[in-house]
């Protein structure tokens, strides 16, 4: 598959989501710590968009803190207006920005797991395709998903996606749509309930323990 054309598009996706919205469905609490649906706009722009205020000052400021620094970063860069971030995530749809460690992969998993801590509490569906969801799911048990998912996370489980002709690891069965899978490896507890199998209740308890 060609990675860096679906990750473009999937901030397309972006932009037409936040386009879309009402005031009052931006300022909704997402599934992203204390972020709210813009806020998690505003980071999904920072990554790849010109920095809206010098970065060393603030990340002295975030006593040099890289996860404080992306942060502060996210919500600053989401106080422009909701059709400004979709203008410029439009514009830089095509960014060819590379992380490094987590790569494209890691890229594209950051897209499809904020879309939905943005449209899950506004009861909007996700649209992801499935054969993204498979970049997604492996890369997440892959062992190179630093900052998504522990290696502990996933360790002495089995995964089954249910829609989806993919299963990883060994051990007590996890099954479930690929996308709550997804969620569910990244943190997103809210998942849980549409899982089955007996590694569920030691997938929770890891969750809660994080």
């Known amino acids: 598959m060609d990675i860096p054309s679906a990750i473009a598009d999937e901030r397309r996706r972006v932009a037409d989501l936040v386009e879309s919205l009402t005031p009052e469905q931006l300022e909704t609490p997402s599934l992203c710590g204390e972020w709210t649906v813009q806020q998690v706009a505003g980071h999904l ?72 801590d943005m449209r899950r509490p506004l009861g909007l569906p996700h649209g992801l395709r499935l054969e993204r969801l498979r970049v997604s799911l492996d890369f997440l048990v892959g062992g190179r998903a630093v900052g998504f998912t522990p290696k502990r996370r996933v360790a002495g489980l089995r995964f089954e996606a249910a829609d989806l002709d993919w299963s990883a690891g060994a051990g007590p069965l996890v099954t479930g749509p690929a996308e709550a899978l997804m969620l569910a490896m990244t943190g997103r507890g809210v998942a849980l309930s549409e899982l089955d199998g007996p590694g569920v209740p030691i997938l929770r308890n890891r969750l809660s323990r994080a």
């Open 45 to 116: 722009l920072a990554a790849i968009g010109k920095p809206v205020t010098p970065v060393l000052p603030l990340l002295a400021r975030s006593g040099f803190s890289i996860h404080r620094t992306n942060a502060r970063l996210a919500v600053l860069t989401a106080e422009q207006p909701a059709a400004e971030l979709a203008r410029s995530l439009r514009d830089n749809a095509e960014n060819p920005f590379r992380p490094p460690i987590v790569g494209y992969p890691g890229q594209l998993t950051d897209l499809q797991v904020h879309g939905q």
